[in-house]
């Protein structure tokens, strides 16, 4: 294979904290060859004479001196992650030990690799194509086992598979339209508009179906951003140390407590929920505490999920009446807290209250009784959740979920362009019109794999990929 960069790239690809083993991983058409500048055998072999997939013992030089005692394994071009060839050293892990064995890899004439480089010649070598790429980065930070599943799924190219079905009956119709425009004495476009009209609202009607798809794609992906809200003393800190199992956050009986916004992630039932505990909203007069409200308020504006914990055992004011009117048109769990002790406020009251606030019978609201003193009621806390979010479960069959906001955008933008070539059909519009906006989709389409995406735009996405990846 004709290897298309010139230099060779070395980067440490394990984790930078002490560890069993470390990871230097070389590739280029010479890494071999420099390999062999550092790595000593007992029988003086040489790596560039080895094979592929293959296993050796030595030891690593930096100028004539002896760093680590190593496992070095040779890979051939086209056989490896970039499709170049590869050498991977496995050193002792501990920190300065991988970071000397890298040194000496880069003495002997190795360039360091920008983050993200590897995953990128691989892309550019046509190992795999952008969607499939990006989908190695999302098993690296998978949150839970959903994320994980989805982004597998991915990279054995679920998402690209799709959509290169859908761009490859769009690229028929195309040509088909240019070759008839091109020759209009052997080709006619009679009757066409219709038959173009019924293939075209089929891929719509199938993106739209990935696109429906995006919404759980990004919870799954990013977590569900939950944001407890209720006044002071309600027991906010108290469900978030019980939802977290351990005491994160401080709790007293001093209203006021909790002044800023402490972030934390939970796994239930499979879903990431990343929590978010605020300050106590009412209204204050200190103005540190006065901070703290407002940037609870602001975090609420978008969350995924409210968690509003209402003390029952104190009657309802105006502060409620305040934070009801955060809940508009978000999914929201009213807790009723205390309920080990005497409660003078009830889902009626509560029902009433919302009411007042504007909240209407269909926004998404369920009142739970619970006691985050003595643990009671987290249990229907959980489920409920589950329940809003997925259905009770996420299915994983052959459902593909669009779990990337650049794929959902270029999704989006296929699924405008089509609706104007049908218009254009409707319209009468001349036929070159219809061509105009299906090679507008293609394009879009061909953006999530990467095949219409600009040099510039490729390195951005390519720079967000972590190290030595
Ligand atoms: N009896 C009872 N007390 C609770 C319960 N949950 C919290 N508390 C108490 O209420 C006070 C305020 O709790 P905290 O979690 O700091 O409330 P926050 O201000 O909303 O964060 C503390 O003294 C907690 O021990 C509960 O379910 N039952
Ligand atoms: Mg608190």
Redesign the pocket.
Same mark, same amino acid.
């Given at each position: 294979m004709t290897e298309k960069f010139e230099d060779t790239i070395a980067a440490i690809s394990t984790a930078m904290a002490p560890s069993g083993i470390g990871i230097v991983r070389i590739s280029g058409a010479e890494a071999p060859k420099i390999a062999d500048r550092v790595y000593r055998s007992n029988k003086g072999k040489r790596l560039a004479d080895q094979k592929g997939y293959t296993v050796h013992h030595g030891y690593i030089e930096d100028h004539g001196e002896r760093i680590d005692e190593v496992l070095v394994m040779v890979l051939r071009a086209p056989h490896s992650y970039t499709g170049e060839n590869t050498i991977e050293i496995d050193c002792h892990g501990g920190v300065l030990a991988t970071r000397k064995v890298l040194e000496a890899v880069l003495h002997a004439g190795a360039r360091p690799a920008e983050p993200g480089e590897f995953s990128k010649r691989a892309f550019l070598n046509g190992r795999m194509d952008l969607s499939q790429a990006e989908a190695v980065m999302d098993i690296i930070s998978a949150k839970n086992d959903y994320a994980l599943k989805s982004a597998q799924q991915q990279l054995a190219g679920s998402v690209s598979g799709e959509v290169r079905e859908i761009r490859g009956k769009l690229l028929y119709e195309t040509a088909r339209i240019e070759a008839a425009l091109d020759d209009p004495e052997h080709m006619s476009l009679d009757g066409y508009g219709e038959i173009l009209r019924k293939a075209v609202l089929q891929q719509r009607e199938k993106i739209q179906h990935l696109l429906m798809t995006a919404d759980s794609g990004r919870l799954m992906q990013e977590g569900i951003k939950t944001v407890i809200l209720?006044k002071?003393?309600?027991?906010? *800190?108290?469900l978030l140390n019980l939802l977290l199992g351990e005491d994160r956050a401080i709790?007293?009986?001093i209203?006021g407590?909790?002044r800023d916004v402490l972030e934390e992630q939970i796994n239930i039932r499979g879903i990431t929920l990343r929590i978010l505990d605020t300050a106590?909203i009412r209204n204050a007069e200190d103005q540190i505490e006065k901070i703290g409200i407002n940037r609870a308020i602001d975090q609420a504006k978008d969350a995924d999920l409210i968690l509003y914990?209402a003390d029952s055992s104190v009657p309802l004011d105006e502060n409620d009446h305040e934070i009801m009117t955060l809940m508009k048109g978000k999914k929201a769990i009213i807790l009723l807290?205390?309920s080990?002790?005497e409660t003078v406020v009830t889902e009626d009251l509560i029902r009433r209250e919302m009411k007042n606030a504007g909240l209407q019978e269909n926004d998404e609201t369920v009142i739970l009784g619970i *006691?985050?003193?003595?643990k009671q009621g987290l249990d229907q806390l959980e489920k409920q959740i589950e329940k809003m979010f997925f259905n009770g479960k996420i299915v994983f069959n052959d459902q593909i979920y669009i779990t990337n906001a650049r794929h959902k955008k270029a999704l989006e933008d296929a699924c405008e362009s089509l609706g104007y070539v049908i218009k254009s059909i409707d319209e009468q519009m001349p036929e070159d019109f219809w061509s105009i906006d299906l090679m507008g989709a293609i394009d879009a389409l061909g953006r999530i794999t990467g095949e219409t995406l600009g040099e510039d735009l490729v390195n951005e996405i390519f720079a967000k990929f972590c190290m030595g990846k």
């Open positions: 209720g002071p003393n309600a027991g906010k *800190s108290s709790v007293t009986d209203a407590t909790t106590g914990v807290n205390k080990d002790l *006691s985050a003193k003595n």
